[in-house]
C-alpha cells in the first residue's frame, strides 16, 4: 500500500512510476512496550494515511471499546495484530512494515522491545540506515536506552533520531526534554554515533510526529516524519571501494560468460579493469548488463551480470575487485559476535561462516571478551549466551576476502550457522586488526595492546598462545592501603598461592621500585603518584605478556589510580583495599616508616599527616587487622577465580 495520491485515480503509471523513483529508508525502532513504540508507530501510519478505509472504521470503533486513550482514536490498536499472533504463540521476531510519502519509500524493522531484544535488532537493524530510539520523557535515559544505543552503534547505523515520547506528561517543558538530551549526550559520547537529533513527541496526541505540536512551541526543529522524509543517506554508501561477490556464473552459450551478482560496494564502468579474488588474475570490463539492458556504468546495491575481456576462472564464491583497491585476504580474523542461539557458543566448535556468497567451515579461536550492553563495560569470559556480545578470534578453514565492518556493511559482516541443526547461531561483524585511516575503529573495538609486528620474518606469540600456555588471563590487582596495612604481605602470599597452583604471577613493590627504576624519587605527593605512574607502565606491559600482576603500592589518590585503571583496561584491573585502622598499622610498622617521618626524616605519611583517600568502588575489601594473612589471601585467589582470570 503506499499513500494517498491524487495521482492514483487520474494517472497510474504516472504514479507507479513516480513511487519507483523514490528513496528508500529502512528504518528501526528501539524502545520497550511502555515507551510507546506501538503507538508511535501506529501515529506515523495513521496520520501519513496509511491505513484502508475499513482498518480505519474497525479501529476507531475498537478504540471506543479497548482502546486505552477513552474513547478517542488509540494509534496503538493499528499494531495490534501482531500482539494477537504472538498471543497465539507464532513466533515473530522482527515485523517490516511498509509505507510512503510523497517523497520517500519507508521500510520499519519493528522488533519486539523485551526478552529477545538484542538478536532481534541484530536481525532488523543490520541494514537499517537510521533508528529511532524512543524515551519516555518521565523517566528518561534508562539501561535500556544505553542497551539500545550501544546495539545501534555497534550495527554501524549512522543517523540516530532520540524521541522524548509522552511529553504531554510532563507538562511539554522544555526544561525536561534539555535536561534528557544533554543525559543522552553524555553517555553516547562513548558511543561511534556519527549523526544525533533530538525531537520531544507525544506519540499519542501526535505532536511533532506528522504535525508540529501547538503544545511546544519552544521547540523549532523537524517532526519526526519530516526528518525520516529529509535525512540525507545518500552518502552512507561505501561508493569508493569496488566489491562484487559472484553469485553464480551464467554461460547460455559458448559465447557469452557473464558473472552475476549484487554490487557490495563501490561503482563500475565499462572499460575498467578488475581483478577475480583469489586467482588474483586481472582483466577488463567487456560489459555491465542489467534487468534494463546494457549500461555504461553500474553501483551498489544494483544487481548485474559483469562480461569480462579475458577468458579467466571465476566462479561463485571468487570475489571481482579493482587491482588497486582489495579488500583483506585472510583465513584468520577478528569479529564481534552477537550470540543468537539457546545453546551457549563453543569455543573450537566447528560451525559454517556464511560471508556474501561464500560458505566456509571454520571455528570461534577464542573469546577475547564480553561486553556488557548495558554498561559497555568488557569483562573476560569462557562462551557467549543467549543475546550476548563479545569479541572473537576466528579462524577459517579457507581464505575470505573482507573488509572492517565500519567500512563496509556487506563484506564486513557475517552469520554463524550450526552445521548440523542449519539454525543461525550468531550475526558477526570483523573488526580491523590494524588501525585503519579511513573508519576509525570504535571505542568497544580498540585493543588495549596494539603492539606492531617487529618483523615480517618473525611469528610473534599471541595472547590466545600466551593464554593456553600459562593458564591464566592477565590482569593487575593493586593492593592499595597505609603503610603497615599488609599489602606486601598479602601480595607475596598470592604469589605463593598461584605459583604453587601452577600459576604465574609477578609482585611489584612500590618499596623495590624505589631501591632501582624509582631511585630518583623521594616521598613527596608528586614522587609518589609518579612512582605510581611507573609501576603502571610495568604492569601494563607485564599483562601484555600475559602474566598476571600483584601491584603493592599505597597509591593514596583515587584520582591517581583512576588513571591506572584506564591504561590498563578497567577489565584487567582489580583493585583490593587492605583497611587497617591507622594505630594497628603504626604499631606494626613494618619498615620503620611512621617512625622516620615522626623524627622529619621523611615527609608525612598517607593517612598519617598527608592524604589518603579509600578507593570508592573497591573489588574487595580486606579487614586486615581482623583476618588473618592466609584468609586474605584466600579471598582475593577467589576472586581471581570468580573473574576467571585463572583456570
Ligand atoms: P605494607 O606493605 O602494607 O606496608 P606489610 O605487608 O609490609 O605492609 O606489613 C604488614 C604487617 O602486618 C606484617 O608484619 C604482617 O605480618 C602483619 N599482618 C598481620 N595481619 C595481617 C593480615 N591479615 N594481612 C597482612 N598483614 C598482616
Not at 566448535?349 to 560458505?359: I, R
Request: hydrophobic residues 35%.
Amino acid at each position: 500500500m503506499s499513500h494517498q495520491s491524487d495521482l492514483i485515480a487520474t494517472d497510474i503509471d504516472a504514479y507507479l512510476a513516480q513511487h519507483e523513483r523514490k528513496e528508500l529508508l529502512r528504518f528501526i525502532t528501539c524502545g520497550s512496550v511502555d515507551d510507546g513504540k506501538s503507538t508511535l508507530i501506529g501515529r506515523l501510519l495513521y496520520d501519513s494515511k496509511m491505513l484502508y478505509e475499513d482498518q480505519l472504521a474497525q479501529l476507531e470503533s475498537e478504540s471506543k471499546t479497548h482502546g486505552t486513550t477513552g474513547g478517542d482514536f488509540d494509534p496503538a490498536l493499528v499494531t495490534d495484530g501482531l500482539k494477537a499472533e504472538r498471543e497465539q504463540g507464532i513466533t515473530i521476531d522482527v515485523a517490516y512494515r511498509y509505507f510512503s510519502t510523497a517523497r520517500r519509500k519507508f521500510i520499519i524493522a519493528d522488533t519486539p522491545g523485551h526478552e529477545q531484544y538484542t538478536r532481534n535488532m541484530a536481525t532488523g537493524g543490520s541494514t537499517a540506515d537510521l533508528a529511532v530510539i524512543l524515551i519516555d520523557a518521565r523517566h528518561g535515559v534508562l539501561t535500556q536506552t544505553k542497551r539500545h544505543s550501544f546495539i545501534v552503534s555497534l550495527l554501524g547505523i549512522r543517523h540516530v533520531v532520540v524521541t522524548i515520547n509522552k511529553m504531554d506528561l510532563v507538562d511539554f517543558g522544555q526544561d525536561r526534554f534539555d535536561q534528557i538530551c544533554a543525559e543522552y549526550r553524555e553517555f553516547a559520547a562513548r558511543l561511534d554515533l556519527p549523526e544525533l537529533h533530538f525531537i520531544p513527541i507525544s506519540a499519542l496526541g501526535g505532536d511533532n510526529v506528522v504535525e508540529p505540536s501547538p503544545h511546544m512551541p519552544w521547540y523549532r526543529g523537524s517532526t519526526l516524519m519530516n526528518m525520516l522524509e529529509t535525512v540525507y543517506i545518500g552518502s552512507d554508501r561505501n561508493l569508493e571501494d569496488f566489491r562484487f561477490p559472484v553469485q553464480y556464473v551464467n554461460r547460455p552459450n559458448l559465447d557469452f560468460r557473464g558473472f552475476c551478482g549484487t554490487i557490495a560496494s563501490g561503482i563500475i564502468r565499462k572499460g575498467d579493469e578488475i581483478m577475480v579474488l583469489p586467482a588474483r588474475k586481472t582483466s577488463k570490463v567487456k560489459s555491465i548488463v542489467t534487468f534494463d539492458g546494457e549500461v555504461e556504468e553500474a553501483f551498489t546495491p544494483q544487481s548485474i551480470t559483469l562480461t569480462l575481456e579475458d577468458e579467466i576462472d571465476c566462479s561463485r564464491g571468487d570475489m571481482i575487485v579493482r587491482p588497486g583497491n582489495v579488500p583483506k585476504v585472510s583465513y584468520d580474523f577478528d569479529a564481534m559476535l552477537v550470540w543468537m542461539s539457546p545453546e551457549a557458543m563453543v569455543p573450537g566448535k566447528t560451525y559454517l561462516f556464511k560471508h556474501t556468497t561464500q560458505s566456509v567451515p571454520g571455528q570461534i579461536e577464542s573469546l577475547r571478551y564480553r561486553v556488557d550492553v548495558n554498561t559497555l563495560h568488557r569483562s573476560p569470559a569462557p562462551e557467549l549466551q543467549l543475546n550476548e556480545i563479545g569479541r572473537c578470534t576466528i579462524a577459517l578453514s579457507q581464505s575470505l576476502f573482507y573488509d572492517s565492518y565500519r567500512r563496509n556493511r556487506s563484506t564486513g559482516a557475517f552469520i554463524m550457522v550450526d552445521r548440523i541443526s542449519n539454525v543461525t547461531v550468531a550475526a558477526g561483524m570483523i573488526t580491523a586488526r590494524e588501525p585503519d585511516k579511513k573508519s576509525k575503529p570504535a571505542p568497544w573495538e580498540i585493543e588495549q595492546s596494539q603492539t606492531p609486528s617487529p618483523s615480517k620474518e618473525v611469528e610473534v606469540v599471541t595472547s590466545q598462545e600466551r593464554q593456553a600456555r600459562l593458564g591464566q588471563l592477565p590482569a593487575t590487582v593493586l593492593f592499595t592501603g597505609l603503610s603497615g596495612s599488609g599489602k606486601t604481605t598479602v601480595a607475596r602470599g598470592v604469589e605463593r598461592a598461584l605459583f604453587d597452583a601452577g600459576r604465574t604471577a609477578i609482585v611489584l613493590d612500590g618499596e623495590d621500585l624505589r631501591r632501582g627504576l624509582s631511585g630518583d624519587l623521594g616521598f613527596s605527593s608528586d614522587d609518589r603518584s609518579e612512582n605510581f605512574r611507573r609501576c603502571a607502565q610495568m604492569a601494563r606491559l607485564l599483562n601484555d605478556n600475559g602474566f598476571i600482576c600483584l601491584a603493592a603500592l599505597i597509591a593514596p589518590d583515587e584520582s591517581v589510580r583512576a588513571k591506572a585503571r584506564e591504561l590498563l583496561g578497567e577489565e584487567k584491573s582489580i583493585t583490593v583495599y587492605l583497611d587497617a585502622p591507622l594505630e594497628v598499622c603504626r604499631d606494626r610498622d613494618p619498615r620503620g616508616h611512621y617512625a622516620d617521618a615522626q623524627e622529619g626524616q621523611m615527609p608525612k605519611l598517607p593517612g598519617a599527616g598527608a592524604p589518603y583517600e579509600p578507593p570508592t568502588n573497591p573489588d574487595l575489601v580486606l579487614k586486615t587487622d581482623e583476618s588473618t594473612v592466609d584468609e586474605c589471601v584466600e579471598q582475593v585467589v577467589a576472586l581471581l577465580r570468580e573473574r576467571k582470570l585463572i583456570r
